[in-house]
């Protein structure tokens, strides 16, 4: 079985930043895609970012210039450098994988509050 372990968020004040990260355990042999989505109250859920195994990004139009996605592949490892935060990113944030050869995984998810 595979788990997607999420960690770093918290409660900030408008402007500052958070480091969120997503550890997958398990019997892998790769991950294809791995991304961040979130969810804020009554909103569905959105694709902030995603990263390909070979380093390919893709941003939000929200969090362009904000926000940076990485990963380290020898670690099965996703991380968000979130950067400049505001209210508007509160959210309930999700990692997801598509974990070879199993399929696509999520995380249980982690709170960010940004208050203003």
Known sequence: ???????GGGLVQAGGSLRLSCAAS????GIKLMGWYRQAPGKQRELVASITSDGSTNYA????????ISRDNAKNTVYMQMNSLT???T???Y??????????????GTQVTVSS
């Open 91 to 93: 959210a309930v944030y």
């Open 95 to 108: 990692c997801n994988g598509f974990v070879l050869p199993h399929g696509e995984y999520w995380g249980q």
């Open 1 to 7: 079985q595979v788990q997607l372990a999420e960690s």
């Open 26 to 29: 398990g019997i892998i042999f």
């Open 61 to 68: 139009d929200s969090v362009k210039g904000r926000f940076t």
């Open 87 to 89: 209210p508007e990113d």
